[in-house]
């Protein structure tokens, strides 16, 4: 049984993003004091009692914007509230009631959903009878809150929790998969792409998306969670406070997902910047796809095939040459589908242990290969190996010498160690320990 779905809608500025941050118990949104923060829509998790459920917070819903996406954002919330079965319509007690309110309350009444009215920003029984006179106009149930310090916050999540069904009947977490790369290299087309409508707000201007986005996308019949994180900037373009806050949020998600899709720029080459950003996922431990976006402008452009420009992906990735390359066109949707076979298949590896017989039938084969150097004159024994890990596979060797056991030979060993058991598309790692002497 899918989750409810929970959406947080409203005029811009009424704060949407506090009480989605509130409600999933962690700062989760990007949260500034500029209207319009939240373009699109955010997902999370969320849990009341024995309920659990989705919530998403949107864009600010207004008349006559002044920002260029506004009318993009517009669709974006009323996708949500399409999507949804439980909506929260958010104000502000501060402002009062204003025509866009009534707007939407009007519009939501044709969905035929049931709707939570939340008047925000009522820290105590005083401003309640203070700033609710405005409100009781609009003949609606209402719920005096404060995101911000939690006043009738529980008392409003009760009344939400018994719409909800209960946490008992719900099946596993879906595999999350982290779209990740630099602004403007096609990682929101891709996402519209794979989701086959527009869920993602595309330009050509870069940084469009500011935090990660999540969708959940079905492919034969198999559901995933698709993050849509913002584009990972130089360091030296992320002064404001905005875009130094969502790349702290792409590196959560890089964290947090079960693998890593790496979109570049396949008409522009792999740059320093997507070297880093491979790097983060790398120093992450997670299982990852590489995938080179715009590959029909490079068939355009030049005679390079595919093998020559994946060699140079591995040239300029040389710790991710047990990486998976796919070239694709997310504008066309050329091989886009290719995708998730590539991410069962890492997700599998990341979960793959090998028996200890095994390894060491393996271990065998590699020291009559290569033994370790000598370690101050003297001999350096392996004396056996085991899997004591997975999400990233970890293995352990036992040696008689530790510090003989060099970087140099780890390679190696990883090397005849995927040549054996594959690991295709995710990290591993080896952990020497010393075995005692009697």
Not at 34 to 54: C, H, K, M, N, Q
Not at 423 to 433: A, D, H, I, Q
Request: charge should be positive; charged fraction near 30%; proline fraction near 4%.
């Amino acid at each position: 049984m899918r989750k409810a779905i929970v959406a947080i809608v409203g005029r811009p500025n009424v704060g949407k993003s506090t009480l989605f941050n509130r409600i999933v118990r962690k700062r989760r949104a990007v949260i500034e004091d500029v209207p319009g923060i939240t373009r699109d829509r955010l997902y999370g998790e969320a849990t009341w009692d024995d309920s659990s459920f989705l919530v998403v917070d949107t864009g600010g819903f207004q008349h006559e914007p002044d920002d260029v996406f506004a009318g993009e954002v517009k669709k974006q919330v009323l996708y949500a509230v399409e999507e949804a079965d439980i909506i929260i319509l958010l104000m502000d007690a501060v402002s009062g009631v204003m025509p866009i309110d009534v707007e939407l309350i009007d519009r939501l009444r044709r969905y035929g959903k049931g709707v939570f009215y939340v008047v925000n920003k009522i820290d105590g029984p005083k401003k309640e009878s203070s700033l609710l006179n405005d409100f009781y106009s609009l003949g609606v149930d209402l719920f005096p809150v404060s995101a911000l310090n939690g006043y009738g916050y529980e008392d409003f999540m009760d009344s939400l929790a018994s719409l909800l069904p209960s946490a008992e009947s719900e099946g596993s977490e879906h595999p999350k998969i982290a779209i990740v790369g630099r602004p403007n290299v096609g990682k929101s087309t891709l996402v519209n792409s794979l989701l086959s409508k527009e869920r993602m707000i595309v330009s050509s201007i870069p940084g469009t998306t500011r935090d990660a986005v999540d969708s959940v996308c079905s492919y034969y019949k198999k559901d995933y969670i698709l993050i849509d994180t913002a584009g990972v900037r130089k360091k030296g373009k992320m002064a404001k406070t905005v875009e130094r806050y969502s790349f702290l949020r792409t590196l959560r998600n890089i964290e947090d997902c079960d693998v890593a899709v790496i979109v570049f720029d396949a008409s522009e080459g792999i740059v320093d910047l997507d070297q880093k950003i491979a790097g983060f996922v790398h120093s992450a431990g997670k299982g990852a796809l590489i995938l080179l976006n715009k590959w029909d402008l490079v068939e355009k452009k030049s005679a390079l095939s595919v093998k020559d420009m994946e060699e140079k992906v591995h040239q300029k990735l040389w710790f991710m040459r047990h990486v998976p390359v796919l070239t694709i066109s997310a504008l066309s949707k050329k091989r886009v589908t290719k995708i998730f076979p590539l991410v069962d298949k890492v997700i599998a590896e990341n979960s793959k242990r090998i028996s200890t017989h095994k390894l060491n039938l393996f271990l065998g084969n590699a020291l009559s290969m290569r033994e370790p150097p000598l370690y101050r004159g003297k001999r350096v024994k392996i004396h056996y190996i085991t899997q004591i890990k997975t999400h990233p596979p970890g293995f352990v060797i036992f040696t008689n010498r530790k510090e003989g056991i060099n970087e140099q030979y780890i390679r190696f060993l990883e090397n005849r160690l995927r040549i054996s058991f594959s690991f295709e598309g995710v990290p591993v790692n080896f952990y020497v320990r010393q075995k005692k002497q009697r």
